[in-house]
């Protein structure tokens, strides 16, 4: 697979405002089309409507879609919408029907860039998962982070695992040209001090392995959380390491936690299982106030198991402070190692 970086800032790309409908116009060129020199990802867009539409992965994937309504929701007037909704789908069968969806019941959304007077947008990505920062002007450094693609599964027999796509964005709204009341903003997983592994309530499986966990209609919805394999160490080291002399970071793991909101046969109760790694996704492990790095910088590791690896630095927007957070700090990667 070949992972791709595409920006606002980049010749040919699409600029893109608060109008109804720009979302659309930005995946179809970032999913589908490509622009410029820069070809597309290489997804399908499986069906379309006015100001909708399906995006089905391409090869590789698991076959599931992400649909994308941008229309009136959110809409402040003049034709103009501060957010787009979105989730994910199973089996779609027109851009408004689907066998199973997966996601926040009401719809989770991703704020949409203007990519004037300080906005913009990135989207990293490759035939099956794609991470989509947004960044409106008068924010700074602060991005809107969503996600929706596979985990690297650890099912017995991950390439007939379905169930694998995950969708994360920012949770639902309550009021029509409001933000989403979310502080974790679609953060995947934002991690507080010490072990904290909070997960966005906006965060979906599509299903899961075997049928252990299930909805009444047999696909998943399950909340799940994002543990660190080293979860402990979190804000405790001091950058640079006194060993590497670098940055020292972890993968993200996808927990089913054992509260799940899904049902659990006899004799799963109360389990919590480990479901993959998410793929571009690291969480660095030096105290948040010895490692502010200025935003998008970038770390490429030259030894040790990440040797190969650029990672990017992007800091979420937190919507309850109205401000970016050093413990809002996601590391995503722009190399193509996935």
Not at 38 to 63: D, E, H, I, P, R
Request: charged content about 15%; glycine content about 16%.
């Amino acid at each position: 697979m070949t992972v791709r970086v595409y920006r606002s800032t980049d010749v040919g790309a699409p600029s893109i405002d608060l109008s109804i409908g720009s979302i659309i116009t930005l995946l179809d060129a970032c999913l589908v089309n490509g622009y410029g020199s820069k070809a597309a990802l290489g997804w399908t867009k499986q069906f379309s409507g006015t100001n909708k539409a399906v995006y089905l992965q391409g090869t590789g994937g698991a076959g599931n879609a992400l649909r994308v309504v941008d229309d009136v929701v959110n809409q402040v007037g003049g034709g103009v919408t501060t957010a787009c909704k979105l989730h994910g789908v199973r089996g779609a069968l027109t851009v408004d029907t689907y066998k199973g969806r997966f996601g926040d019941s009401v719809g989770c959304f991703i704020t949409k860039p203007e990519t004037t007077g300080g906005g913009g947008w990135v989207l990293i990505g490759n035939e099956y998962s794609f991470y989509l920062c947004t960044k409106r002007a008068g924010w700074g450094n602060g991005w809107s982070i969503g996600y929706f693609g596979d985990c690297s599964s650890y099912a017995s027999d991950p390439a007939t695992d379905i169930g694998k796509t995950i969708f994360s964005f920012p949770t639902a709204q309550t009021t029509v040209g409001s933000p989403p009341p979310s502080n974790y903003d679609g953060v995947i997983g934002f991690i507080s001090s010490g072990s904290g592994n909070s997960g966005s309530p906006g965060t979906r499986l599509a299903g899961d392995v075997g049928g252990i966990y299930t909805d009444a209609n047999g696909y998943g919805g399950v909340m799940i959380n994002f543990a660190l394999a080293m979860g402990y160490l979190k804000d405790t080291i001091l950058y640079p390491s006194r060993v590497s002399n670098g940055l020292v970071c972890s993968p993200v793991m996808v927990v089913i936690p054992s509260s799940s909101v899904l049902t659990q046969p006899a004799g799963y109760q109360g389990d919590t299982e480990i479901r993959g790694v998410i793929p571009g996704r690291y969480i660095p492990l030096h105290h948040s106030s010895k490692f502010t790095p200025e935003p998008q910088k970038q770390f490429t590791f030259t030894s040790g198991e990440m040797a190969g690896k650029t990672l990017e630095a992007f800091y979420s927007w937190d919507y309850s402070t109205s401000a970016q957070g050093n413990t809002n700090l996601v590391l995503l990667e722009v190399s193509d190692t996935w």
